[in-house]
């Protein structure tokens, strides 16, 4: 959960009564732990300087006909060196407005948001230090031109499935009111919003609510910033220009290009947030499901709170995030385990496909690309008649096999559909990085 914020696009703590209770009651825990996010972000170059210290420190102890050899390689790092203290200075722009705190300042933490750690702040890990660098990729990822290829494999498929089933033909669209759980930097939101539906999105990353608030409602013209995304990377490039390559965002800016629907951020663990039955018409998932410890708890949620007639879009891979974690508890169902728990559920299954093929947060220019093949499919929350149909022939409604596997009759004979569509899972750093943790 977080605080109200006024502006364009708001950020709201979206609570039942329970969990607004029990957020009264940690709020404390809740401002320390904004705290350390920010403190991640302003500790980031530090951080980042660590790693390349280490190579500068080897090189200097490297024989003199060695270094030069490198001499390029060694003018190369003093660029790496400039393009951390870049991303730096974005980092404190979009630090500049503390989104997340009650605009009396209140409860504003003492740290300036100006100044950098030198030493590891109090309580801020590895993990993240991991996600503020993962943050820069997805930045890129959402809001910059580089990244649209990765855009046009994992949102359109789902604006298009949506866009097919509430026509604009046959529906008042700012009546559609359309949830995306695991929102990240709030771009699947904002195209759906474009096209006139009402958009929710929800996200449980605090390092993610930063940056979208930012993008959302501080950008104020196309292409404003510049971020080196990945010049952490310091391996498999093929010119040195790949490590320090400029990515330019916001490649659209909201503020001046207002979306028709209505737009709005919600923060907080999608599972304690959304609680209420028959609350909206569409749930657009990509890249989510599989960032549960249960995903059956995830599936019973979505089919709850969607009105009868309803649909689920989602697309991604089953990457399991809390999968071999220390202290988390995890089950991994495979694509035809989850078809049967999807229909037994209560939902229909309109159409489900395996292998889209789809990147997350991958550096274009890398000798190493990482590709999922990746599952999609939209489902129905059934009518109220067809419910009360339902219960009367559950035994028919369950599946044992995924939709591209069943075996169906035709003409008296079985035929075999899309078989072998498989999916080849294949992890991808970035993607593991924005596990909720």
């Known amino acids: 959960m977080s605080y109200a914020v006024p502006s364009m696009f708001p ?179 904002y195209e759906l919003a474009c096209l006139g ?36 990377q310091y391996v498999n490039n093929l010119r040195r220009e790949d490590q320090v390559a400029a990515v330019r965002f916001p490649d659209v800016c909201p503020l001046k290009n207002p979306p028709k629907g209505n737009i709005e951020m919600a923060a907080g663990d999608f599972l304690e947030v959304y609680k209420t039955p028959h609350s909206y018409n569409c749930v657009a998932t990509c890249f989510f499901i599989d960032c549960a410890n249960n995903v059956i708890d995830f599936i019973r949620t979505i089919y709850k709170i969607l009105v009868p007639g309803g649909i689920w879009v989602n697309l991604g891979p089953l990457l399991y995030h809390y999968s071999d974690v220390n202290g988390q508890n995890s089950i991994e169902p495979t694509y035809e385990d989850l078809c049967i728990i999807i229909e037994s559920v209560g939902f229909v299954i309109e159409c489900s496909r395996s292998g889209i093929r789809t990147k997350y947060a991958q550096n274009p220019s890398s000798m190493k690309q990482s590709e999922y093949q990746s599952l999609f499919w939209v489902c129905r929350k059934p009518g109220q008649y067809e419910e009360q149909c339902g219960k009367k022939n559950t035994k028919s409604k369950v599946s044992k096999e995924p939709h591209d596997l069943i075996m169906r009759e035709d003409n008296d004979m079985e035929v075999l559909v899309n078989a072998n569509a498989g999916t080849n899972e294949t992890e991808t750093e970035a993607y593991e990085e924005t596990a909720q943790t």
């Open 197 to 232: 539906y009402s958009c929710e999105g929800n996200e449980f990353s605090y390092f993610m609510l930063i940056a979208s608030n930012f993008v959302l409602n501080l950008c104020d013209y196309e292409n404003k910033y510049v971020l080196y995304p990945w010049v952490h």
């Open 11 to 189: 950020l709201h703590p979206k609570m039942d009564e329970q969990v607004a209770r029990a957020f009264t009651a940690n709020e404390d825990e809740e401002e320390q732990h904004i705290q350390k996010v920010q403190n991640a972000f302003l500790y980031y170059g530090p951080y980042a300087c660590q790693r390349l210290r280490r190579t500068l420190d080897y090189f200097n102890s490297l024989p003199a006909d060695d270094q030069r050899l490198l001499s390029k390689y060694r003018a190369h790092l003093d660029c790496v060196r400039t393009c951390i203290d870049r991303n730096q200075a974005v980092i404190r722009q979009i630090l500049r407005e503390r989104l997340l705190y009650p605009a009396d300042g209140s409860s504003s933490p003492t740290s300036d948001a100006d100044s950098e750690f030198d030493e590891p702040p109090a309580h801020v890990r590895h993990g993240d230090m991991d996600q503020a660098q993962s943050t820069l990729k997805l930045i890129a990822r959402d809001w910059s031109t580089d990244g649209a290829l990765e855009r046009e494999q994992s949102y359109k498929p789902i604006i298009d499935s949506i866009k097919e089933y509430y026509k604009p033909s046959d529906y008042e669209l700012n009546e559609i009111k359309i949830l995306v759980p695991g929102a990240g930097l709030g771009r699947l939101t």
